[in-house]
């Protein structure tokens, strides 16, 4: 037989009916030679790799080696894709094209907002060389040194020769999350802030920071009344504006000065609360000014951030002096000259998302770059239109840095002889790692030419030659892991594919039929085995397989002739019972279940006195020849139940009516004190209908439930007498407050019911060891759902102990829910009128006030600072970091809401300058070595008597408070 290229794509092997053909006439025939050949799939055509079309593995081919790993030795993939994956990228696509091309930022995750705003500071040859002159790094640890790390990135932007830079040192030395997207203006104050702090505390008179960076603002205050002013004086590192509905940069600033009229400030002079005018005046601008545009609003409405996105233009070149006041002006006009140096943008259409951009004016190109985190590219023109946008889409400009245009920068800048030694070793590690990748990459080719040669030469003699009948038998995983070059091969494992009688297994899934040739290659290469030959096929196997192929045959047919006669049959006088429930079963399981399936096929027909059972629905009447077949095959040692013949157990037919008897009289029992009972099954379980001047009994709440069920389920056995002890603490008195049930709206959520003196006595007539009795006294009751007045007698009496650690213990559990509907009532609400703020929210103990605040915002549209929450309208719920538990809510109360008397929400337009996330949850730089220890409230926090919110912005007078007043973020 000539070998042939299976491309059938069914999931049936093209020479299956081959094989059926073949096993039926094997069947009828005593065990040879030809079942043994048959059985291993020595006859199957062996199947060969094509080039021209699809290739099908069959795996219960021993000789089809397709689609085993081989695909990696024929794969259009290049020997140059191989050596590019063992080797890594070629350095040589790494190195600059060009030497006046600027170095790039490697993104990390989430930090193209430091990548943009590095390169911006980069930019700056002043700042750059006075990074470059710390000397006071952490020598024992340079890896985490901040500055030193700032100095090594500083140094391979400038003197670099690759196209970017992997920033992840300078992240790890921050220990900053470099998944978690930040705000370019935040770091930016963060960083800033961190260098002035480090060299101030340092000692160093020489502050670049404070030279570059740090301007001068004068806050100043009128107050109305006695005229009198106040000057404080701040410094600032950026100028934070606000653009909402302005469109000009100068526009902004001036907005930025104008006056703004304060109440209820505290004048000293007059030691009162007065109204004051207050203004900011320009005093100093340093030589790198820094303009943030506050495009991240607040929306008190939403409780959330929303982006500004509107254009807004700036010039190139500007100049500050309109923008002070005359006694302000202590230097020549050409000093407050300003041009444009760097721009950087946002990209993106809403405030939890998005990717930051700079755009910077190189001096030596005298052109404008952008740099995209990797990718730094010269732009043509000057990328912003007099419209403020980029020509391109929504790259917004967020910052934009001006550079003084008479400030004199340094000639050229030099980092550190260490880092200097340290940017050229790497320099030259790439530059040599770029000259030897040709000879090593040739070297990889070569190898990986000569061992694919190799591996296919060995592959294409796997299959056995037609003219010889010596082969060998292979584990096919071990096979498969020798063609992929799987890591770690080891010798071969022929165990696998042994029987149990040390021969070759008869499951052609696991074993492949290979050539005596590449037998001693794989053997003389690896090693292992045990060896496998022709010689080894296990005729034991082949005879166990053949016999339960005919114990399958033959049980199949059995089955077929016993649904065939069933299937049509009326009973007649020479039927026999079975039990339907194991016919059933029986027809449903599988044929290779069936020698070992449950033998009782009487089961559930029979009952205990060895008799038919009454229950007619439990049998089936099968015809003789059914029964006596499985009588046969199961072995019965007994005499079935036949048709007509076969009477029905006569002490089971009596017991059966006994207990419809009994089933009847309880059914009676049940109805007549469903009937005498009727009055504790109210309408309406929540409420309470009692008349004042009356006796009333309690009894528990649980037996109530327990004999509802009772009457409305057969099954369900009586409740018993009424234990009335439960209700009664150890000392013989009552261990519940009655004070609490008139309170409670859902009067079913009690542990106890109050029932009439008539009820009473007719449950003792029932259960006459009912007790012991607890009557109260109703002397008045109003309720109308919780109008309260209850006055009543007891007996026994209230014992307080008891009841007040039962009301604790109540109290605890109920705190402590998931996920419950709260109802929200308005308390400024006209009770006669339909509209008001009314809602509903699901909470759990563990909400925080402000998470409430926010649910309660998405329903009514008040803002949390509007919003003042009383439970029960009588603790106000004034703490918004704390929880529902720690007020002691429980679903059962009300929290009523009441708008905030007074109203702020229109003084002030809150800016989030500061911790804008591109997320839910602010996350801010607290965990970062930026942040060194309880911030410092300097003069740019207080000024003239008030610090401004860092999420915000807006001003705080209560200088004690520890969370802004308008959006509640901590101070």
Known sequence: QQPLMYTNKKSVEPWSWERDIQLNQLMSQPVSEQHVLYLYGINIRTCQRSKYMENIQHPTNPNCFVSIGENRLYSMKSTGNIVRDRLGEDPRNLIKDD?????????????????????????????????????????????????????????????????YYNPIQFTNSMNLSTSVQQDTQEFYQMLVSYLDDTIEDSGETNNFVKKLLTGGIEYVT????????????????????????????????????????????????????????????????????SITLLRFVYDITRGDRVKLDHQISFPLVIDMSQFFLEKNLKLPTEDYIYNLKAVICHLGMTAHSGHYISYIFDENTQSWWKFDDINATECDDFPFQDNGFVSSGYETPYMVIYQKEKFREVDTTIPPENVLNRVLEENNVIMENAMTYEERSAKQASSIDDKNLTLKQIYEMLPVPQVTNKFYWISSSWLSDWIIEKEGLTSIDNSTIACPHGKVTTDLTKLKRISKESWEYFHSTYGGGPVLTNKDMCRKCVKAYFANKNTIKELQEMRKNVQSDTLHYFQTSDGYYISKTWFNRWEACTIEDLPTFDKNILGDITCQHGNLVPDIDSRKCVPYRVWETLADYYNLDREGFKVFTTSECSICRENSQKEKDIQKEVEFQRSDEK?????????????????????????????????????????????????????????????????????????????????????????????????????????????????????????????????????????????????????????????????????????????????????????????????????????????????????????????????????????????????????RTNVGFGDTKLVTGPRKFDDSDVTDGVWKCSACTLDNFDLDATHCELCETPR
């Not at 700056?124 to 901040?146: C, E, H, S």
């Not at 007698?793 to 605890?812: F, M, T, V, Y």
């Open 675 to 919: 009937y005498r009972l009727s009055k504790l099954l109210p309408y309406d379980k929540t409420k309470w209908n009692l008349y004042g001047n009356c006796d009333y009994y309690m009894i528990p709440n649980s037996w109530v439930d327990r004999w509802e069920s009772y009457i409305t389920d057969y099954r369900v056995q009586s409740p018993g007498d009424i234990d009335n002890r439960l209700l009664l603490c150890d000392h013989g008195e009552l261990s519940y407050d009655l004070d609490n049930s008139i309170s409670t709206v859902d009067k079913s959520t009690l542990p106890y019911v109050l029932i009439e003196r008539r009820v009473w006595r007719d449950i003792c007539e029932i259960y006459p060891n009912s007790g012991p009795e607890i009557v109260v006294y109703v002397k008045q009751y109003k309720d109308y759902i919780t109008n309260k007045v209850f006055l009543y007698n007891i007996d026994p009496s209230i014992c307080q102990q008891c009841s007040e650690a039962r009301k604790q213990g109540d109290l605890i559990r109920a705190m402590d829910f998931e996920r419950k509907t709260i109802k929200i009532k308005d308390g400024d609400a006209s009770p006669y009128s339909f509209r008001n703020n009314d809602c509903e929210v699901v909470v759990s103990c563990n909400t925080t006030i402000q998470e409430l605040k926010m649910l309660i915002l998405e329903k009514t549209d008040i803002p949390p600072i509007d919003q003042n929450l009383w439970l029960d309208d009588d603790i106000l719920l004034g703490e918004n970091d704390r929880t529902l538990k720690y007020y002691q809510f429980v679903p059962t109360k009300k929290i009523v809401l009441r708008k905030t008397p007074k109203d702020i929400s229109n003084s002030y337009d809150p800016f989030p300058h500061i911790g804008t996330q591109f997320g």
């Open 222 to 289: 009128i107050c109305s009344h006695c005229q009198n002013k106040t000057r404080r004086r701040s410094r600032f590192y950026q100028l934070d504006i606000s653009v909402k509905d302005l469109f000009e940069l100068e526009e902004c600033i001036n907005n930025y000065l104008l006056s703004e009229d304060i109440e209820g400030y505290k004048c000293e002079p007059c030691d009162e609360f007065r109204h004051v005018e207050r203004h900011i005046e320009l005093i100093q601008l340093p030589p790198i000014l």
């Open 99 to 163: 030497s006046t091309v600027f170095v790039g930022l490697r993104n990390l995750g989430a930090t193209c907002y430091m990548n943009s705003l590095l390169q911006c500071m980069h930019s700056i040859p002043d700042f750059r060389q006075g990074v470059y002159n710390w000397t006071k790094v952490d020598k024992a640890d340079l890896d985490m040194d901040i500055i030193y790390q700032l100095q090594l990135l500083f140094a391979h932007l400038q003197l670099g020769e690759i196209k």
